[in-house]
């Protein structure tokens, strides 16, 4: 009956046993770990968001309410729920009530519009779709009407908020009661994270009850969460850094209580922080340098706040050394990745440590190669392609051998894609990156994703995009093309890239038009290597 591509993670016996045998895996389940918290920590505040504020019983309460609610509608344990939600409470109630239901979470970004959402849908063939009813402006309701135009199998959409044609979230009302026992495995598939798509369209990363929960875990301990914790949700909550790095997971494991911020920016943040005594929070670089320059100047207090978090992209040194003078914290570095390895520098590292390098990782079980173009090490501190294989990184995406084929070598390596030296100790120092995409302010945006639009207009012959160093976003994203007949204006072409519904962060933000795209006679190149030639003539005439 069942006809799906079946979603899992599996790690060779051996490997499995040692990650069991070292403690890391512990066999318990995200459902466990709520209802725990709900008998020893009940009466604690977890999340605050908006108006509300709910304790560990009533976001447990809430949780089975939703897995009630969402088995009601006829959702099989094992099915998969697109999710896309802004930070908002709810995002932890449907959640934790997916795991509840033994529901899989499909984790988009509130930027996300039709062409992705409708790709998601189709990779991991999902039955219901979970929104808001709006946020940022923009009512999710159409979108998702649209998408289960293109993709029936999307059977149910659940809207938080006003539903309009759709399913109430506030109209649940099966019997908590009667929800059934079982739980998932610990080495199941618990939630599916998104790939910033380095080639093409972004794939699926399935993540299991196991190896998720010891990622956030073990990063709690490394980034000194306790109960008395409280972290800031700035980042939009879907993305894997401010979900596990330990983000709102991490806070919820611990017991500890998680604000929601509508949005990172400083206006919104400050006030959260002085009013809630934020602990700890997480930063894309771009917004760091936004809350370096209006901490002076603010008249909240933000003395609670004890580590500031930054990655995603690499944070400056010069602007690392100013997190301890300006906003009185200890910046944490965070190289991470949804694959799995995450790299923190540690609370207690010397200051040069902790400004200069990107951290080491997490566990003494990540192995890290660091690998010349043939594939032999590289002399310590010398920059090398990083590859790593451990107890939380994946050993292949769902679905996709023609990708696993280029990602992971026969051994079970993950190629990163990232160019980084290795410092004694462990320490890493992203040095950048060998693949193509565009790393615009921590969004990953794939240049072949972009290239197949630009390519479907018809006055485009010929398009190569490439990412550009941009003083504010670290990277911005330019398109070189070839008009095919007259040039249109490049307000056009963006104006046109906007019908395209794709994120608005993948638009590009430069567009240069050329004759052609290489001058010398060399024959055949590769799209890297035009990539690359392109990049370096526009970098000349800056
Ligand atoms: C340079 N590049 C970085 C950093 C990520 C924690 C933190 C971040 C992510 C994340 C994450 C970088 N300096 N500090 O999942 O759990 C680039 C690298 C990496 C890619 C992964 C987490 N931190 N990067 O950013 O899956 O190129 O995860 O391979 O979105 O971001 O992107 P993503």
Redesign the pocket.
């Known amino acids: 009956e069942n006809q799906k591509t079946p979603l899992a993670q599996v790690w060779p016996p051996e490997f499995a046993a040692r990650y069991r045998a070292a403690g890391y895996w512990q066999d318990d389940t995200f459902r466990q770990v709520l209802t725990g918290l709900a008998t020893t920590r009940g009466d604690a505040v977890a999340v605050v968001g908006g108006d509300q504020r709910w304790t560990y019983a009533e976001l447990a309460q809430r949780a089975d309410v939703a897995a009630a609610g969402f088995l009601a509608l006829g959702l099989q344990p094992g099915d998969r729920v697109l999710v896309q939600l802004p930070n908002i409470p709810e995002f932890l109630s449907v959640v934790f009530g997916l795991f509840r239901a033994r529901l899989i979470p499909i984790f988009t970004l509130p930027a996300h519009r039709l062409t992705e959402i409708v790709h998601f849908a189709r990779k991991s063939e999902a039955s219901a779709y979970v929104i808001a009813e709006r946020h940022d402006g923009f009512d999710y309701r159409p979108l998702a009407a649209s998408v289960q135009a293109e993709v029936p199998a999307i059977a149910h959409v659940v809207v938080v908020g006003d539903a309009g044609d759709h399913t109430a979230f506030d109209s649940f009302a099966a019997d908590p009661a009667q929800l059934p026992e079982e739980d998932a495995d610990p080495s199941d598939v618990a939630l599916v994270?998104?790939?910033?798509g380095?080639t093409g369209l972004s794939k699926l990363?399935p993540r299991t009850h196991n190896d998720y929960l010891y990622?956030i875990r073990a990063?709690n301990t490394i980034c000194g969460i306790t109960p008395d914790s409280v972290y800031l949700a700035a980042l939009p909550v879907a993305?894997?850094?401010p979900?596990?790095?330990p983000?709102v997971f991490g806070a919820i494991c611990a017991g500890a209580r998680v604000v929601l911020a509508p949005s990172p920016t400083a206006d919104v943040a400050f006030p959260l922080i002085a009013r809630e005594g934020v602990t700890i929070t997480?930063l894309?670089?771009p917004l760091a340098l936004l809350w370096l320059q209006a901490a002076p100047k603010t008249s909240h207090d933000l003395s609670s706040l004890q580590v500031l978090?930054?990655?995603?992209?690499?944070?400056m040194p010069e602007s690392a050394k100013r997190v301890r003078p300006v906003l009185g914290c200890t910046l944490q570095?965070?190289?991470?990745?949804?694959?799995g390895?995450?790299?923190y520098t540690r609370l207690d590292d010397p200051e040069d440590i902790i400004t200069d390098t990107?951290?080491r990782a997490i566990c003494p079980d990540d192995e890290v190669l660091i690998l010349d173009d043939q594939g032999n090490p590289v002399p310590e501190g010398e920059a090398g392609n990083?590859l790593t294989r451990g107890p939380y990184t994946i050993r292949g995406y769902h679905d996709d051998p023609a990708a696993n084929g280029r990602s992971f070598t026969d051994d079970g390596f993950y190629r990163?894609?990232?160019v980084v030296k290795r410092l004694p100790g462990g320490y890493l120092v992203?040095q950048g990156?060998s693949?193509d995409?565009i790393?615009r302010a921590?969004?990953?945006i794939s240049a072949e994703e972009i290239e197949d639009h630009l390519l479907a207009h018809p006055q485009i012959f010929d398009a190569a995009v490439v990412s550009v160093p941009d003083n504010f976003l670290g990277e911005r994203s330019c398109a070189f093309i070839i008009a095919e007949g007259e040039a249109p204006k490049p307000s056009a072409i963006k104006a046109w890239m906007r019908t395209r519904d794709i994120a608005v962060f993948k638009i590009p933000d430069q567009i240069v038009f050329v004759d052609e795209f290489v001058t010398t006679a060399v024959g055949k190149i590769s799209r890297k290597e035009l990539r690359a030639t392109l990049r370096a003539r526009l970098l000349e005439q800056e």
């Open positions: 994270q998104i790939s910033g380095s990363i990622s990063s993305h894997n850094f979900m596990s790095s983000g997480g894309v670089p978090q930054v990655g995603g992209a690499k944070f570095q965070v190289f991470g990745m949804a694959e390895l995450v790299n990107q951290g990083l990163t894609g990232d992203v990156r693949t995409h790393n921590g969004e990953k």
